[in-house]
């Protein structure tokens, strides 16, 4: 089946440091990634949709400059989180759809970034 | 029985009963619905889908119900075992493609 990985899994960082998160379909194409957050206890919130070769799409409320989103290729797409503060301390969690192959609309996730911001 | 304090509803069954677990979608123009079982520190992973042109499908021990008119979902877990216990979301993809999450149910499983 589809595998999707993150890297890293766990990152410790100081507050006004930016971390980059990474999100990898390991045995197929993505064209479009998506980018959740999930604080302890809650629902997964979208952050937003990410094009390959284009803009990252922003759900309301979530800052572009903050959350720098690239999906440079079709295997791979990096948020780096800027700036970071100790309310940014959440779990990343991205997934990946495969334009082919799969049905178009199944989502695969990967396992999630746990980011502590100190 | 809920659980006072906490975000999410919880769901205590006795190992072996059936669970039922429901969901109310919000958007009439969705078309994909999915159940995703999330255990502690980990990515959500897919259990079973059903098409807005369905009303039921069954799967490995699982079941999803559809209910268009009221906009509701439920999964029904048969024999549920310890292994089951995590936490439940359903979610909905409309013509965006986007996936919106529920708010997730939190099931126990007693042994």
């Known amino acids: 089946g589809a595998v999707v990985s993150q890297h890293p899994s766990r990152v410790i960082c100081k507050s006004g440091t930016s971390v980059k998160i990474e999100c990898r379909s390991l045995d197929f194409q993505a064209t479009t990634m998506f980018w959740y957050r999930q604080f302890p206890k809650q629902s997964l919130m979208l952050m937003a949709t990410?094009?390959?070769?284009?803009?990252?799409?922003?759900e309301q409320g979530v800052e572009k400059d903050k959350f720098l989103i690239n999906h440079a290729s079709l295997t791979l797409s990096t948020l780096t989180v800027t700036s970071a503060h100790p309310e940014d301390s959440s779990f990343y969690i991205c997934?990946?759809?495969?334009?082919?192959?799969?049905?178009?609309?199944?989502?695969?996730f990967g396992p999630g970034t746990r980011l502590t911001v100190l | 029985g809920e659980s006072v304090g906490l975000h999410l509803p919880t769901l205590s069954v006795q190992e072996g009963d059936n669970s039922i677990i429901n969901c109310a979608y919000s958007?009439?123009?969705?078309?994909?619905f999915i159940w995703y079982k999330q255990e502690s520190g980990k990515g959500p992973q897919f259990i079973i889908d059903?098409?807005?042109?369905?009303d039921k499908r069954q799967g490995q021990r699982v079941t999803v119900l559809l209910n268009k008119t009221v906009k509701h979902l439920s999964l029904q877990i048969a024999a549920t075992q310890p292994g089951d216990s995590a936490v439940y979301f359903c979610a909905e993809t409309g013509g965006g493609f986007k996936t919106i999450f529920g708010a997730g149910t939190r099931l126990f499983v007693k042994a």
């Open positions: 997934s990946a759809r495969s334009p082919v192959g799969v049905d178009l609309d199944t989502q695969y």
């Open positions: 990410s094009n390959e070769g284009s803009k990252a799409t922003y």
């Open positions: 059903i098409r807005s042109n369905m």
């Open positions: 958007n009439s123009a969705s078309d994909y």
